[in-house]
């Protein structure tokens, strides 16, 4: 008993047991520290919809998406979701785990995956988006493409594609040096961004290569207009 409270106590997990009536029978330090909740809340043995509860008046859930509140709404313990994703107020990712225990009860895990996320995010960014501007990559702008003109196609709608490339570049690489040319390339991506609008698709395709997804227009005289103020 006493190796399974250390092993318990200095797990990098938060623990809580809920009994086969949702009250709270064992709880570790860290779900203190994960959730921001005091100690003699579940000391005092609550329902789990009292700390819900209590957690909800704090605005611990305003804004999270349905999937991320699902094991907030199940009716009973063992029906509630094995794992849920959900972001706290503070920006911290949790990654919580529910798992039904013999003879009824709950057994509930809460994982701290904020750099986890974090991480797949950027490696996700990476994949996409080109590493000097920061504009969508030629792969990204083709699948943003193909899913825009579906689109269109269901919708009878209209999109424009403008393309263009950098006339006198490689003259600037020759004379001042490719990081002079890497100071323009990130300055047209920026010049683009500004003046396309948000919901348009700025990629970088390569070299000094740019296209622009004009998106939802209305007439194709939209696409010149934006031609000129590029």
């Known amino acids: ?27 570790n330090l860290r779900i203190l520290e994960l959730l921001e909740l005091p100690r003699e809340l ?10 819900i509860r209590y957690q909800r008046e704090r605005g611990e859930f305003e804004g999270q998406p349905p999937q991320a509140l699902a094991h907030l709404a199940a009716p009973s313990l063992p ?42 995010q950027y490696i996700e960014h990476l ?15 083709m699948e943003c493409l193909v899913a825009e003109v579906a689109l269109v196609r269901r919708q009878q709608g209209r999109l424009a594609v403008l ?3 950098l006339d006198g570049f490689k003259p600037i690489n020759d004379t001042h040096g490719h990081a002079a ?6 300055w047209v ?14 990629a970088r395709l390569g070299g000094d290569e740019f296209a622009v997804l004009q998106r939802g227009i209305d007439h194709f005289d939209q696409a010149v207009v934006l ?3 590029l």
Do not use: C, W
């Not at 409270?5 to 009250?23: P, S």
């Not at 994949?127 to 702008?141: P, V």
């Open 1 to 27: 008993s006493a190796l399974l409270q250390a092993t318990l106590q200095n797990m990098e997990q938060g623990v809580a047991m809920f009994n086969a009536q949702g009250r709270v029978e064992y709880f």
């Open 42 to 51: 579940l000391e005092s043995r609550p329902l789990l919809d009292d700390v």
């Open 79 to 120: 029906a509630m979701p094995p794992l849920v994703v959900r972001q706290r107020p503070n920006g911290r990712i949790l990654e919580i785990r529910s798992i039904p225990v013999a003879g009824g009860g709950l057994l509930r895990t809460y994982t701290d995956v904020t750099e986890r996320h974090q991480h797949q």
């Open 127 to 141: 994949a996409s988006h080109d590493a000097l501007t920061g504009l969508y990559n030629r792969a990204k702008f």
């Open 163 to 165: 393309y263009l490339d």
């Open 181 to 186: 040319g890497d100071q323009v390339l990130v």
């Open 189 to 202: 991506g920026q010049t683009l961004r500004r003046v396309a609008r948000e919901s348009d698709f700025v």
């Open 227 to 229: 031609a000129q103020r």
